[in-house]
């Protein structure tokens, strides 16, 4: 281990603001409850008739892995490096102390038969799922779908009425609908997560229902809806180090108060969002509710906002009691309460129609208890902004005084600010900044490269699992444009017969990101955040050569590694596949340099073994 780790980069003060309070969750009681090497029986999918030729339906060998392998426990569900094609939807119900090993890339095909979801996990305890090789994605071609109006609409992996789990080192590409979706969770963590949606709506990032204890960091979100949503009901939920680029930013509800029980209220309390880097987004934070009810119907409450950092965001804090223009029926609202928003910068695009504070609180039932501290905020166009507040009572900028005693009546106020905030520096583009992606033409999915390296190993490797595989000898690792920090990587040698199974050690350091740096192999990188507006110039390490920052976009060229896009339909980029991969038509939009296979020699696809552990 390296005993030194020296990061060259000024800091910004964003991340030097003191934390206006802690949030309730308890970071030692958030994942899976054992580790992955305790989960050494290997169900590989090639073992139950998967097979990574992007055609065989994936959805019965995951099925049949689990019910016939995994779902007893001390197991791992394995579906290695490759392509492959899910036609069914996939659900897990019950079972606990498994892992799922995704370390290829999964593509949802457009006529397929999903209601609603791709893979779901439901009842389940003590569950992790992760990618040991930056390979292991999701994409749900939604292109193919909104060409053809298929009506696809599943969303990519859930998880239903679950705890202690853990998700963390995968891609999501392209969903029809929603990404990554959590609902009546527990002690639940999500961290190293990169998502690429589509420029429109209804394509959520994260959407997050927490029972109690929930952790979410270090995840980039590109779509143009939520990056994460908090729904409700939540509680006692840290969501931090969040990278949203081009989407609608960060969100809780949107909740009604109208035509609701006590049961189904909305109730939202003890929610965290702390560093969170917004790259043109249409807000910064959105609070979304509909009127209805009797008086205060439901609640958003005891929760913090800070370290919010934009660059040409649409909107910054943006709450809205009346949202999409709902007047009626205008006899109660959900009562938002004691809501911190500290530390605030960055521009708005115009600070005049859409000030860095817009509030539209509910006539029947005002804002109590906000803080509104430390905005240095201006804007790109326009001379002046205008902070705006409805019915809001509190502290700082545009809020209102109460009297104790005294009944609430309804304001409206607006501060004018003609001139910077004192100190202001405006911001630069980030380098991890990139333009929206399309709607009618494929996703990339390994590129840009993903911020950060995997956690772990894995427990499973592709020489050691199937009796259905041959990996020749060679370096198994993302490919190299795909990792920004320490790879893994390690040769593997099958005997042809063998029965015996490797499990990889495993290891879990978690780290942050690294944009633009390699690393030993052996370093691990400690808690210290790069921030998002500082160009990351060189990482010096000891034993270890610097390198510079990347450029903000990056176009396949050269060559082109294995599982890479190499054609297809709208593609433009450039280069060849490596060799000993050839570049395949999976469909037409879409080619992939796959592995060669030779004649007389074993490919990935012989058997070795009739023989099953």
Known sequence: MLSKLLFVVPLAALLLSPLTSATLVDKRSVGALTPLSSKTKICNVLDYGAVADNSTDLGPAIKSAFSSCAITGGATIYIPPGSYS?????????????????????NLTSDGSFSGNGIVIENASDVEVFSSNALGA?????????????????RLFRFISCTSISIHDLIFVDSPTFHLVFNSVSNMEAYHITIRGPNMGGTDGIDVACADNCYLHHITVTNRDECVCVKSPSQNVLIEDIYCNQSGGMSIGSLTADGVTSDTAAAVSNITMRNIYIYQCTQMLMIKTFPGGTGATGYVKDSVFENFWAYDTTYGLDIDQYWESHKTPNTGAVALSNLTFNNWTGTVDNGVSRGPIVIRGSDIVPLTDITLSNFSMWTVNQKKILNQCKNVYGTGCCAGTSTAGASLTTFTTTATTTSPPAGFTSPTRPIWGVSDYGTAIPIPVYTPAVFWSPVSSGVASPSSTSTKTVVKTSSVSAPASTTTGASNSSSYVVAKNSTSLAVAVVTTTKS????????????KVGSSSIPATSKLTSVEVAGSETSSAPSS???????????????GQGWTGTGTCESGTTCVAQNEWYSQCLATTTTGAESELDDVSESRM
């Open 86 to 106: 899910l036609k069914t939807s996939v659900v897990l119900n019950k079972g606990s102390a498994y892992a799922l090993q995704i370390d290829g890339l999964i």
């Open 138 to 154: 999701i994409n749900g071609q939604g292109y193919i779908t909104r060409l053809t109006s298929s009506g696809q609409n599943a």
């Open 512 to 523: 942050t990101p690294i944009v633009g740096a390699t690393t030993n192999s052996s370093a």
């Open 553 to 567: 976009t990056v176009t396949n060229s050269g060559t082109l590694s294995e599982y890479y896009q190499c054609g």
